[in-house]
Each structure stands twice: as structure tokens, then as C-alpha cells.
């Protein structure tokens, strides 16, 4: 980690590559100079990229772009919407070796816009965990479909027993679908459900405003999974999961300081 965090005497960050208190990011058409310049400054803080929705299937230096990434050591995964088009054109197998010779090796599955049934999505994350490592997404990019948390919570479990290494809880890049209301306001009481019956590390929280990400944190730690995190908001929550930021000072530095000095 940086130098600066020595003197403040900051809670602990784990380094690269983290398996908790991951930072998955939302590329939606950066250019080359555009991901220099965000591992130039918050490179230690980008634990995966995403290539939101379909862009990676419409960008032109595509094979540079996983090159650079690579050149970080940062893993990229193609947008579930992707994976959708792919299943109801039929060209699954196609897929598969279009994110091998671009050397992906990891796939996100959702079935977020098109119903793909259970037993077949479970399947897939099956079949698929073979080769890749799996990011699956539940949860519906309609705002108007809400499902119990019952529903969330065992779509969660199953969807990690098939061997997803993440699940991902839907919330699209706006924060108006899936654990949050078409409002924006977020569905605290279905997110607490689903921590309590899962392990907080195997779950990633698409929290793409500010207001949820400092939510997360004051209620779950700096180690929670945060993902569809805008580049230009990487280091803002840095320092929201460090405590540098007045929305998580009190919760994570004064008490710190409090447990350091009693």
C-alpha cells in the first residue's frame, strides 16, 4: 500500500490481489490513455474490470485494451448483457472461444433482461467454472420485478454451489434496479438478509453512488465487495473504505483510535 498510510496509523488493507474488499470496476469505453492514467493513480485500489454491457463486443482495440489491463495484473470480465445476447442468439460455443483467443479468464453470467430457467443458468455456471471463473449475477435489471429475499437468498447460495467464485447482487450502473428501488433508495433490509445467510467475501455489491458505497461500509467494513464502480470514483472510495472521507471517519478511524488506545 502507499506510504502515506503509515503515520495516520490506518486499518489494514489487504494487497493485490485481495479476495475480499474488492473494488470491481466498470469500464464502459475507456481508452488506452484513460486506463494508464487510472492505474497511474488507483492502481493498488482496481481489484477486476468489467467491459460493461456489450462494449466489448464493438471495441475496435479490443485485444490492446485486455493487453494493458493484463500488463496490471488486473483480471477483466465481459458485462453479463453480453452473456445474454450470446445465449439467445445460441452461440454459446462461439462464445467460448472468443474469450479464450482474447485470453478472458473470467466469464459473468446473469440472466438479468432475457429468462433463462434456473436449472439452465446453474448449468452453465457449471459448465462454464470449468475453464473460467465465474462472476454470476442475480437479480433483474427491471426495476418494477421484485423478488422476496428468500428468492435472493437461495438464488445466491445455489448459483455459489454451482461454482460461481462471486455472486454479484444486481443494481445496475444507475443504483435503480434490483437491491435498490426504481427511487434510487436502497433495499436495506433484503441486503441484510442476504448477509446473513451468506459469507459477506462471496458476495459483490454493485454500488455504483456514493451514498451506497459509504453505506456499505459504516454497516459491513472497508473489506466488503463493492463492484460497477465508476473509474473516475476509485480512489473517492479508497478513501471512504480507509476512513479519509467524513462519511466513514467516525465509524472506521475514531474507533480505531478508540481500540488502539484503551
Given at each position: 500500500?502507499?506510504?502515506?498510510?503509515?503515520?495516520?496509523?490506518?486499518?489494514?488493507?489487504?494487497?493485490?490481489?485481495r479476495t475480499k474488499g474488492l473494488t470491481h470496476v466498470i469500464d464502459k469505453g475507456l481508452n488506452l490513455r484513460e486506463i494508464e492514467g487510472l492505474f497511474d493513480t488507483a492502481g493498488?485500489?482496481?481489484?477486476?474490470?468489467?467491459?460493461?454491457?456489450?462494449?466489448?463486443?464493438?471495441?475496435?482495440?479490443?485485444?490492446?485494451?485486455?493487453?494493458?489491463?493484463?500488463?496490471?495484473?488486473?483480471?477483466?470480465?465481459?458485462?453479463?448483457?453480453?452473456?445474454?445476447?450470446?445465449?439467445?442468439?445460441?452461440?454459446?460455443?462461439?462464445?467460448?472461444?472468443?474469450?479464450?483467443?482474447?485470453?478472458?479468464?473470467?466469464?459473468?453470467?446473469?440472466?438479468?433482461?432475457?429468462d433463462i430457467p434456473r436449472e439452465r443458468k446453474l448449468e452453465l455456471i457449471s459448465e462454464l467454472a470449468q475453464d473460467f471463473t465465474v462472476m454470476s449475477e442475480v437479480g433483474s435489471k427491471d426495476s418494477e420485478v421484485v423478488f422476496a429475499p428468500y428468492q435472493w437468498v437461495q438464488w445466491l447460495k445455489e448459483d455459489l454451489e454451482a461454482g460461481a467464485w462471486k455472486v454479484i447482487t444486481e443494481a445496475r450502473e444507475g443504483g435503480t434496479a434490483g437491491i435498490f428501488r426504481s427511487t434510487g433508495d436502497m433495499r436495506t433490509g433484503l441486503i441484510d438478509e442476504i448477509v446473513h445467510e451468506l459469507?459477506?467475501?462471496?458476495?459483490?455489491?454493485?454500488?455504483?453512488?456514493?451514498?451506497?458505497?459509504?453505506?456499505?461500509?459504516?454497516?459491513?467494513?472497508p473489506d466488503v465487495n463493492l463492484g460497477n464502480i465508476?473509474?473516475?470514483?476509485?480512489?473517492?472510495?479508497?478513501?471512504?473504505?480507509?476512513?479519509?472521507r467524513s462519511d466513514t471517519l467516525k465509524e472506521l478511524l475514531l474507533s480505531e483510535h478508540a481500540a488502539l488506545t484503551d
Amino acid at each position: 500500500m502507499p506510504g502515506f498510510n503509515g503515520f495516520l496509523d490506518l486499518p489494514a488493507r489487504p494487497p493485490k490481489p485481495r479476495t475480499k474488499g474488492l473494488t470491481h470496476v466498470i469500464d464502459k469505453g475507456l481508452n488506452l490513455r484513460e486506463i494508464e492514467g487510472l492505474f497511474d493513480t488507483a492502481g493498488d485500489y482496481v481489484d477486476i474490470v468489467k467491459l460493461g454491457w456489450g462494449t466489448s463486443y464493438v471495441t475496435r482495440n479490443l485485444e490492446k485494451k485486455i493487453a494493458l489491463y493484463r500488463s496490471f495484473d488486473t483480471p477483466v470480465v465481459c458485462g453479463g448483457t453480453l452473456f445474454e445476447a450470446v445465449v439467445a442468439r445460441g452461440k454459446l460455443d462461439e462464445y467460448r472461444r472468443w474469450l479464450e483467443e482474447n485470453r478472458l479468464s473470467h466469464v459473468e453470467i446473469s440472466d438479468g433482461t432475457i429468462d433463462i430457467p434456473r436449472e439452465r443458468k446453474l448449468e452453465l455456471i457449471s459448465e462454464l467454472a470449468q475453464d473460467f471463473t465465474v462472476m454470476s449475477e442475480v437479480g433483474s435489471k427491471d426495476s418494477e420485478v421484485v423478488f422476496a429475499p428468500y428468492q435472493w437468498v437461495q438464488w445466491l447460495k445455489e448459483d455459489l454451489e454451482a461454482g460461481a467464485w462471486k455472486v454479484i447482487t444486481e443494481a445496475r450502473e444507475g443504483g435503480t434496479a434490483g437491491i435498490f428501488r426504481s427511487t434510487g433508495d436502497m433495499r436495506t433490509g433484503l441486503i441484510d438478509e442476504i448477509v446473513h445467510e451468506l459469507d459477506l467475501s462471496d458476495i459483490v455489491f454493485e454500488a455504483p453512488t456514493t451514498r451506497s458505497q459509504a453505506w456499505f461500509i459504516q454497516k459491513y467494513g472497508p473489506d466488503v465487495n463493492l463492484g460497477n464502480i465508476p473509474p473516475q470514483e476509485v480512489i473517492p472510495l479508497e478513501t471512504l473504505r480507509l476512513g479519509l472521507r467524513s462519511d466513514t471517519l467516525k465509524e472506521l478511524l475514531l474507533s480505531e483510535h478508540a481500540a488502539l488506545t484503551d
